[in-house]
């Protein structure tokens, strides 16, 4: 009985990616717009019904696009990450090793940018549907800033993972539109930018800087990320002495 459950399970997840695959292939060639579920079904080799059953619409596919993508990215920097301490060389690796495995999909991003682009759209990166994608992504710059040799407070390692994934996010916005052989202008901007991050993060330890990181932090959250009602994050901190330039006390210690 198990092995009948593990079977199904198994042919179920390979029809997912089946469709999955099918659908990118089509999104390379003809565009989001100009990709039907009909035509991802044929593609795939199973009915129109079927290719429902597991994706209630395109959005749905691109969702699915968006976690695989972050659990990818995830899975190649945490093992490139191993053993490196300097933050600015860990925001470069999570940079370029997005790019790496992103490249296979640099066909159609430029053409899905122009929904993803829209706040308002399900496939905006800010999405309430995005979540989880989003998520995985500001964990592993969580992580960054966590197995750097820097020292910080609770609420920079609050904070600063989002803005590190807003850098990331604009990044990505150059590389859709980046047309030098495998977007090698892209990678050289990922480069450049890493170590002058790294320094703005560092000077964001700083009193007089903390107001600063706390309005960008609510500018994400008021107009970018989409929430339901009600949800929300408040720090709860005081505000600081702004007339300080002495970092705020660590409270969390860089790793040994």
Not at 56 to 83: M, P
Not at 198 to 207: D, E, F, G
Request: proline residues 5%; glycine residues 6%.
């Amino acid at each position: 009985m198990r092995d009948s459950v593990r079977a199904g399970t198994a042919k179920s997840e390979q029809t997912r990616a089946l469709i999955l695959e099918a659908a990118l292939g089509l999104f390379r060639e003809h565009g989001y717009d100009g990709t039907t579920m009909r035509a991802i079904a044929r593609q795939a080799g199973v009915s129109v019904g079927n290719a429902y059953y597991y994706f209630e619409s395109k959005e749905h596919l691109v969702q699915s696009f968006y976690d695989r993508l972050a659990d990818e990215h995830r899975a190649a920097a945490v093992e490139a990450l191993r053993g490196v301490t300097d933050l600015g060389e860990r925001v470069r690796i999570v940079l370029t090793t997005w790019l790496d495995v992103a490249e296979p999909y640099h066909g159609f991003a430029s053409r899905l940018f122009r929904h993803a682009a829209d706040p308002s759209s399900p496939l905006s990166p800010f999405s309430a549907e995005s979540k989880r994608a989003r998520e995985t992504a500001i964990d592993l710059h969580r992580l960054v800033l966590s197995g750097s040799n820097m020292r910080y407070d609770a609420e920079i390692g609050r904070l600063v993972p989002e803005l590190l994934w807003m850098h990331h996010l604009a990044i990505v916005l150059y590389w859709a539109h980046d047309q030098t052989p495998r977007t090698e202008r892209s990678r050289r901007l990922a480069e450049r930018t890493a170590s002058t991050v790294a320094r703005v993060v560092k000077i964001c330890r700083y009193k007089v800087v903390r107001p600063l990181v706390r309005e960008a932090d609510s500018l994400i959250r008021e107009f970018l990320i989409t929430e339901p009602d009600g949800v929300g994050r408040s720090d709860g901190v005081s505000e600081p002495d702004q007339g300080s330039m002495s970092p705020v006390p660590d409270e969390v210690p860089a790793p040994e």
